[in-house]
């Protein structure tokens, strides 16, 4: 039940930051839900491996590096689902800081721990 209500609520989260962005286009709350659950597993399992890839360039922006991963994501999350769109890599890394920040609001814990989602 928790899996789904975090779920449900990053959903609620990507098309709330999509009504915020002028770049970012969500057709429906559904298209943002598969599109919320499609960034976390890239996320998951993505994510890591472009991070360790891109560690030296990381280190030389001093981290900088990340923001733009985090964009390029969001693009690869733009081309998978349909309905989904963001208007180049400079809106993916406005909406992947608007959509941390937002988590960050809410509180948005991981499955895995036992704190409440919104506190």
């Known amino acids: ?17 999509s009504w915020l962005l002028s770049g970012v286009y969500v057709n429906s709350f559904s298209v943002a839900i598969i599109a919320g659950l499609a960034l976390g597993i890239i996320n998951l399992f993505i994510k890591p491996i472009i991070t360790f890839l891109t560690l030296p360039i990381t280190i030389v922006t001093l981290g900088l590096f990340l923001f733009v991963i985090n964009g390029a994501m969001v693009l690869l999350v733009d081309r998978l ?22 988590n960050l609001l809410i509180g948005n814990y991981s499955v895995n721990t036992r704190g409440p989602l919104i506190k």
């Open 1 to 17: 039940m928790r899996f789904l209500i975090s779920i449900l609520l990053n959903g609620l989260l990507v098309y709330f930051a």
């Open 81 to 102: 689902v349909a309905g989904f769109s963001v208007n180049g890599l400079t809106w993916a890394i406005i909406f992947s800081v608007v959509l941390a920040f937002l």
